[in-house]
């Protein structure tokens, strides 16, 4: 198998992960580290990209990528603790205050 | 430097100024607003030296922005602190819509929907008490999911093309894996149009969020996905056409039905609403070349009528339709008319288009789902008419709370509305041409 | 005067203005500002029939992105002619409201409502192509849902509202569906006949079934008839002008102004003729049963609305539009006088509370007797009977006379309803005089107001066959060469409305006469009832899936682009 497959094949797994790890975690951490392995995974996929065809345009993606996971990353948690913070174990599926 | 590079560059520096500066000098809400409006104004100008279509979707956007800054000082009593912050993310909020609406390539595209759904993030979080808090935590949730996937999208269509520009039919047919990257970008930029499946997050942050910021989020996401999927859909060609025009019926039937369960909420009945009319412009996307620019003309006449719905509804989260004064009842009530395609108002035009291009380019079931959505649409629009006409002449011991710091706003947005009722043809030049 | 004529709509907007702003003030001057639009309306509207001429106003480019995207309104003879109808009705209507809502609270906000519903009538009838005429269309609409659900404090007004609304958005589809789907350059509605127009989807027969629904929408018939009698929770005015004279008979106005469609849809037009049969016959026994004195005449008016219907289905639009133009007069009659009794007796609407009171009201006694009499098609003197009979003789003549003959046998089920409505309330000995209250100030302008009425029932019918046809644009007039002054099926016809008449009061004035036992208020009928609980049962149904939990959501999201990207990728190969 070639490496190129296998980089994508890896890239799939991953998201794979992530994917299941967001819809299983209900720690609003463990949600937001789940999908940070799902973006980290499409940066994986870019990076293969830019590896194949050798276009420097893709690597500035990548670069962009991990600037947008963090900015994410960061009103995420920050929206997380100001949500949960009078919880002694957080869990998102008690906040369901708006349905229907 | 072209206009909207301008255009874009004004409102980042109008935000930076609003942040640091302003909020330093004054802490009013009425000073911050209005010291952000000359960025808006500005900026509009310099859309208008833009090419059609674009025009129509920086003079709208920054339209919606300069509206949201003036229903700002309601804000107050939610956040004190925050109203300059509130004002720096409207406009940055702004030039992440104008960014994502003229990308000609998906790296741009994903750089503009993130300032744009960040920005709407934290809009939606500054409103007052958990609820808002909820609905923002879950929007950024599923919106980095899908932000996830659009990446995964991007990654295969560059493995599979070799370049980051929208991609047309022929690469499209190459190569299968671009084929599978370009769905996935389209559903990446679907979940800001709020399309279902995408649509659970949009739902809550629309209803939760403070009015007038709440509709600062649905008009200019609406308005910028519908640009950007229409330069997409027009590169791509029908492969990507089909399956839009499906998720846009079947995002219409959703929409519909959810709203007529929300008799006695009238916010969730508005946020069930704006999913409708995405699935009306998802559908005008998918009906072919016309389709895209009658897709940018509906989300335009969109966001005139949202931001004036939300121009009466200001202030507190859930507010006694007895208690808003006349002007703020009057406007409430043409932005309902207008949200149920009622002739003359510009959402009567802006479906009659749809449905025009749907008929041509779709076939007959998707207009017929369409006008069945459109005309249908008026028994949860017009439900809570009656009331509100009758508390016009309010009782003595109601006590009218008009707040007249928002009739600045409430003008304009009247304005907008009553000229695009009158003259549709000038939005319509704006995004077509002569 | 034609082309002051075809900018008539806006003539009550500054009524709208003036009293919307509370101009002139006090409660019992509220509304003189209104006063002014329908008169004007009416004299413009009558000095250009009389002169005749057609005048269109075109702004081309308004809708760029239509196929037909110019403003076009036409003013000709017979829009002419049905805004002498509105103007007439309406002034006659305006001054009654000063006299029914003069103690109301909201009666500056009910002459508001008029002035849009008549702006938006007067647009309708003005329209020239099918995108303004959607203006005018759904603009009446709405004044209806917002007069129909007016008093907010009586249960079941909105409910009602609501059912007029629905039924409204079915015919409001059609016409959308319609204005989207003609070919490039055909929103002219004179125009629709022509073979450019009709190349499109489905050809001419299509088209006209689009327009067929539309007007069955708007008039009440087929299956769409529901709302009409749960109208009738609004105020008796707007019963008398929108439900009775005017708003309902646009669905007749349409078919009669795109007749030269209709005679290239030979089958539409004979389902347009077999529902407006099977109403008539529908709503004239549905009447027979009413606990409500409203909605009895309600389903009278769904009965004579399904005659004009048969008469444009048969070919001869004239003949709809003559009993549409009488028809106006003696039904705003019928629905007018009842309201002075129901005002009389405080606002009671059920026969049974009504019995006999009506003969303390003279005005309405005789205004309700000749309204019954030019119902019946009583000939010669009244207006009725030229009319109906038009109808009868040109479906008898035409080409499938089973019509004629069907509508001929049901004027006895008329002379039956309207015969026991006058024995009930007006003949009946009263059940408790002590329950009328009168006050003469406000009886005065609603007496008054009955005298147009009465003598347009009465002399209306000479108008029609001596006048109209000379002033109606040939096409329209057309297998009409004249009306006959009176014939065997005139006679038959007025003989069997006054056995009827006579046979059904005779029936309730009997000393031990248990009467109808019902349903008095306006709840959906039961079929209507079932549809409303399932939509709403699916919308609950869509409501729930959002559960708020936000795994749940992110797996839809997943599942969902899984989806998409199987189906594209693999079916769409």
């Known amino acids: 198998m070639s490496s190129e497959v296998l980089v994508l094949g890896t890239s799939a797994v991953l998201f794979a992960i992530g994917g299941a790890g967001a819809l299983m975690h209900r720690h609003p951490v463990a949600l937001l580290m789940a999908i940070e392995v799902m973006l980290n995974a499409a940066n994986l996929l870019i990076v293969l990209g830019a590896r194949v065809h050798g276009g420097a345009d893709a690597e500035a993606a990548a670069l962009v990528v991990l600037v947008l996971s963090a900015a994410e990353a960061v009103i995420g948690l920050a929206l997380a603790l100001a949500l949960f913070r009078r919880r002694a174990i957080p869990d998102v599926d008690d906040a369901v205050e708006l349905r229907g | ?434 | 005067m034609m082309p002051l004529l075809a900018w008539a709509w806006v003539f009550t907007l500054p009524g709208l203005l003036l009293t919307g702003l509370g101009v002139p003030t006090g409660q019992r001057r509220a509304g003189y500002a209104s006063l002014l639009g329908p008169p004007v309306l009416l004299v413009v509207a009558l000095i250009a029939l009389a002169q005749g001429g057609s005048y269109s106003v075109t702004f081309d480019g308004w809708l760029p992105f239509l196929p037909d995207g110019a403003y076009r309104a036409l003013a000709d003879p017979l829009s002419a002619l049905l805004l002498v109808i509105l103007g007439a009705v309406a002034t006659v209507v305006y001054v009654y409201s000063l006299g029914y809502m003069a103690d109301d609270p909201g009666k500056r906000r009910f002459f508001v409502y008029l002035d849009l519903f008549v702006a938006a009538m007067g647009l309708l009838v003005l329209a020239g192509n099918l995108a303004v005429l959607l203006i005018g269309w759904t603009g009446v609409g709405i004044s209806s849902f917002l007069l129909i659900s007016f008093w907010r404090d009586r249960p079941g007004t909105l409910g009602a509202g609501l059912q007029a609304l629905a039924a409204n958005a079915v015919g409001d589809g059609a016409l959308l569906l319609a204005a989207s789907i003609v070919p490039t350059g055909c929103g002219a509605l004179v125009n629709l006949g022509t073979s450019q127009c009709t190349a499109g989807f489905g050809g001419a027969e299509f088209l006209a079934l689009l327009l067929f629904v539309a007007a069955a929408a708007k008039s009440a018939q087929g299956p769409l008839y529901f709302w009409l009698p749960n109208a009738m929770a609004g105020p008796t005015p707007i019963s008398a002008l929108i439900h009775a004279a005017t708003m309902v008979a646009a669905g007749v106005y349409l078919l009669v102004r795109t007749h030269a469609l209709l005679t290239l849809a030979p089958q539409v037009s004979l389902w347009i003729a077999a529902i407006g049969v099977a109403t008539a016959i529908g709503a004239s026994v549905a009447s027979l049963f009413q606990a409500n004195f409203k909605k009895g005449i309600a389903y009278s008016t769904v009965a004579q609305l399904g005659y004009m219907f048969a008469g444009v289905g048969v070919g001869v639009p004239f003949a709809g539009l003559f009993h549409l133009f009488t028809h106006a007069s003696f039904k705003a009659l019928l629905f007018l006088a009842a309201g002075v009794v129901i005002h009389g007796a405080g606002g009671r609407e059920g026969l049974a509370d009504l019995r006999g009171l009506g003969r303390f009201f003279a005005f309405s006694r005789w205004g309700f007797l000749i309204g019954s009499l030019a119902l019946i098609g009583t000939p010669l003197i009244t207006a009725g009977g030229f009319s109906k009979d038009a109808i009868v003789d040109a479906a008898i003549n035409s080409s499938t006379p089973i019509v004629g003959w069907l509508l001929l046998a049901a004027v006895i089920l008329t002379g039956g309803y309207i015969g026991r409505l006058f024995a009930i309330v007006y003949m009946a000995p009263a059940v408790d005089p002590h329950t009328v209250h009168h006050d003469p100030g406000a009886e005065r302008p609603m007496n008054w107001s009955l005298v147009p009425l009465m003598v347009g029932s009465l002399v209306l019918g000479w108008v029609g066959i001596l006048w109209l046809p000379s002033v109606l644009p040939e096409a329209i007039v057309g297998p009409v060469a004249t009306v006959p002054i009176l014939n065997i099926t005139g006679a038959l016809a007025f003989v069997l409305g006054a056995i009827g008449f006579l046979g059904v009061a005779w029936y309730v004035l009997r000393p031990q006469a248990a009467l109808a036992r019902g349903e008095t208020s306006y709840r959906p009928d039961g079929w209507v009832r079932a549809i409303a609980v399932g939509g709403y049962a699916v919308s609950d149904a869509f409501s729930r899936v959002q559960s708020g939990l936000v795994a749940r959501y992110a797996f839809g999201s997943l599942i969902g682009v899984a989806v998409v990207l199987l189906v594209r990728v693999v079916a769409f190969r």
């Not at chain 2, 500005?42 to 949201?68: D, E, H, K, M, R």
């Not at chain 2, 499946?197 to 009015?211: K, S």
């Not at chain 2, 507010?319 to 008319?337: K, S």
């Open chain 2, 1 to 434: 430097m072209t206009p909207t590079y301008w255009a874009v560059v004004i409102l980042v520096f109008g935000a930076v100024v609003l942040l640091l500066v302003v909020s330093l000098l004054s802490t009013h809400p009425r000073v911050v607003a209005y010291a952000g409006l000359p960025f808006a104004v500005i900026s509009a100008g310099f859309g208008l030296q833009t090419p059609q279509p674009l025009a129509l979707a920086i003079v709208a956007l920054c339209g919606v922005c300069a509206i949201a800054l003036l229903l700002i000082p309601v804000l107050e009593p939610a956040v004190p602190q925050h109203v300059a912050e509130a004002a720096a993310l409207l406009l940055l909020g702004t030039a992440g819509a104008i960014g994502l609406a003229q990308a000609t390539d998906l790296l741009q595209a994903v750089v503009g929907l993130e300032t744009l759904a960040l920005s709407a993030v934290i809009l939606v979080a500054l409103g007052a008490g958990d609820r808002s808090l909820e609905a923002a935590f879950k929007y950024i949730v599923l919106g980095a999911i899908s932000l996830a996937s659009l990446l995964y999208g991007l990654g295969l269509v560059y493995l599979g093309g070799g370049s980051l520009a929208f991609p047309t039919a022929a690469q499209i047919a190459a190569s299968p894996l671009v084929l599978a990257g370009i769905v996935l970008v389209g559903l990446g930029i679907a979940f800001e149009l709020a399309l279902v499946p995408l649509h659970w997050g949009a739902l809550d942050a629309y209803t939760a969020a403070a009015p007038g910021l709440a509709g600062f989020v649905m008009s200019a996401s609406k308005l910028a996905a519908a640009f950007a999927l229409g330069r997409i859909v027009l590169a791509a060609g029908a492969s990507l056409g089909q399956v839009l025009i499906w998720i846009g019926c079947i995002t219409i039937v959703w929409g519909t039905f959810g709203a007529i369960a929300q008799a006695r909420d009238l916010r969730r009945m508005l946020a069930y609403s704006a999913i409708t009319h995405a699935g009306f412009i998802g559908l005008a996307l998918g009906s072919g070349p016309a389709g895209a620019v009658t897709a940018g003309f509906y989300a335009a006449a969109y966001a005139s009528m949202a931001m004036l719905v939300f121009a009466g509804l200001a202030g507190p989260w859930s507010v006694d339709l007895r208690t808003i004064g006349r002007w703020r009842a009057l406007a409430l009530g043409l932005g309902l008319f207008s949200l149920a395609g009622i002739p003359p108002t510009p959402g009567f035009w802006a479906k009659l288009a749809v449905l025009v291009v749907a008929w041509q380019a779709a076939g007959w079931l998707p207009t017929l789902i369409a006008v069945a959505g459109g005309v249908f649409s008026v028994l949860y629009y017009l439900r809570p008419l009656p009331d509100l006409f009758a508390a016009l002449r309010a009782e003595p011991s109601v006590a009218v709370d008009s707040r007249p710091v928002l009739l600045p706003g409430v003008v304009l947005a009247t304005l907008a509305v009553v000229v695009m009722s009158i003259f549709p043809g000038i939005a319509w030049y704006l995004v077509r041409g002569a």
